[in-house]
């Protein structure tokens, strides 16, 4: 009786799997990465594909702290319940989502601050990194590149108490020098 059941609750599963009834994550999300606007995706990129690599799951989505502020409040209060360990905020302009989302949440927030505005970013670089102390967001570059030394520091900080996350930033490290060539 236990086999049959075992067998039919297989096939089911099976079924589910083939038509696309059931969807099981392969891993919790880990890290959040959050942006004011869809069209910050292109600068946030990196951080998505950066986490990708390295073998951690982030989970992507549009949060704007003053369009959508009732999905902030919702999101950042479920965060640390639902497992994620470091929240990345991109935004550009008067750039207060990296600021608000901290003010939810105890866990880690990284800003990215981006060239979305006529002042090319210096504005939301200014606006991110000039939290009053009490609150603090750790600030990148502006744009690709803080997007993904982003990622890099959520890895690093995950890598503290994950050994396979600590050796896939070591081997990034040791390609990466591998990389630069001795001469021009
Ligand atoms: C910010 O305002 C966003 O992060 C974005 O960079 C900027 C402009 O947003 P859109 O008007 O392009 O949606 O909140």
Redesign the pocket.
């Known amino acids: 009786m236990k086999e049959r059941l075992v067998a039919v609750w297989g096939m089911f599963a099976l079924h589910c799997r083939l038509y696309n009834l059931w969807e099981e994550p392969l891993s919790k999300p880990r890290v959040a990465v959050l942006?004011?606007?869809k069209?910050?995706y292109d600068i946030m990129r990196p951080a998505e594909e950066t986490l990708e690599s390295l073998g951690i799951e982030a989970d992507v989505r549009v949060i704007?702290a003053h369009r959508t502020p009732g999905r902030l409040v919702d999101f950042l209060g479920e965060a640390e319940k639902t497992g994620f360990e470091v929240v990345i905020c991109g935004?550009?302009?008067a750039?207060h989502?990296a600021g608000v989302a901290a003010a939810h949440t105890i866990l880690p927030v990284l800003g990215v601050p981006?060239e979305?505005s006529p002042l090319k970013g210096l504005d939301a670089l200014l606006a991110t990194v000039q939290m009053p102390g009490g609150i603090p967001v750790g600030t990148l570059a502006i744009g690709k590149a803080g997007a993904k030394n982003a990622a890099l520091l959520a890895a690093a900080i995950i890598a503290r108490k994950d050994e396979g996350i600590r050796a896939n930033l070591q081997e990034f490290r040791r390609a990466q020098s591998e990389d630069v060539p001795d001469r021009p």
Request: overall charge negative; cysteine-free.
């Open positions: 942006m004011g606007s069209n910050d704007s935004a550009g302009g750039a989502l981006i979305s």
